[in-house]
């Protein structure tokens, strides 16, 4: 079974209008859309696909101030939206966000999903990919914390880890968790403006089957620990 993988953003309570929600997410598909052709048009959900692709979203800020006023894309005081790419089942990606939410209990959250196999999937799961996509998401939400990494990875350091405090193959820092430390070589760190830094393990695709990838994220998630970098999303 080959390995999915997931890019994900993750930030505390912060209250946001809808019109500010508005002008991240467009932002957000914006610059996805020059890294993987299938990016450059997204839609709404609908009950089929069919009627999915009938709605459109542009990425302007319009597009998603609109979507936010209404009570369906209400969350707990916040908004929330999912997204897809238009592609056949098995090869579209998703987007879920949840911004906007000052609950104590829920981070607000942005996840890209590409699909787990197929044209698409051997585009995207490379080094410069995922740290592009990851880096597009830290600056569209500015969170605290983000990574991209093989799903069955997470899965199995889940298992002695909260979300927060575990290493992967591109991960995001904001400035308030402080500076990355030096790190051992494939390893390398990447300034993100003025907002955080990322951390990319491996420039080749890391997966949960090669020992030398996991022995890597245990050894720098170590590294990261000491440095106070890995702390729980809800503390």
């Not at 809808?18 to 467009?26: K, P, S």
């Not at 598909?29 to 459109?56: C, K």
């Not at 542009?58 to 979507?67: G, H, I, V, Y």
């Not at 955080?196 to 997966?207: D, K, N, R």
């Amino acid at each position: 079974m080959s390995e999915g993988y997931y890019a994900g953003v993750y930030w505390p309570g912060r209250k946001e209008s809808a019109e500010a929600c508005a002008r991240r997410t467009t932002r957000l598909f914006q610059d996805l859309g020059p890294l993987e052709p299938t990016w450059e048009h997204w839609f709404a959900t609908g009950r089929t696909r069919e009627e999915a692709l009938e709605r459109p979203l542009a990425p302007q800020p319009a597009t998603f101030e609109q979507l936010f006023t209404t009570k369906k894309h209400h969350l707990l005081g916040g908004f929330t939206l999912t997204a897809w790419s238009g592609e056949s089942q098995g090869s579209a990606t998703g987007v879920i966000l949840k911004c906007g939410l000052t609950s104590a209990s829920v981070c607000n959250s942005c996840t890209l999903n590409p699909p787990r196999q197929g044209l698409i999937a051997q585009r995207v799961m490379n080094g410069t990919v995922m740290t592009r996509a990851l880096r597009a998401m830290a600056l569209a939400w500015e969170p605290d914390w983000g990574i991209a990494t093989s799903e069955l990875h997470r899965a199995e350091v889940l298992k002695a880890a909260e979300p927060g405090t575990f290493a992967g193959w591109v991960m995001y820092f904001s400035r308030s968790r402080g500076a990355v430390p030096p790190l051992p070589a494939p390893a390398r760190i990447e300034p993100v403006e003025d907002k955080g830094t990322l951390v990319i393990l491996t420039p080749e695709c890391f997966t949960a089957s090669n020992p030398e990838h996991v022995a890597l994220a245990a050894h720098v998630q170590a590294i990261l620990g000491e440095a106070g970098l890995l702390r729980p999303l809800h503390e």
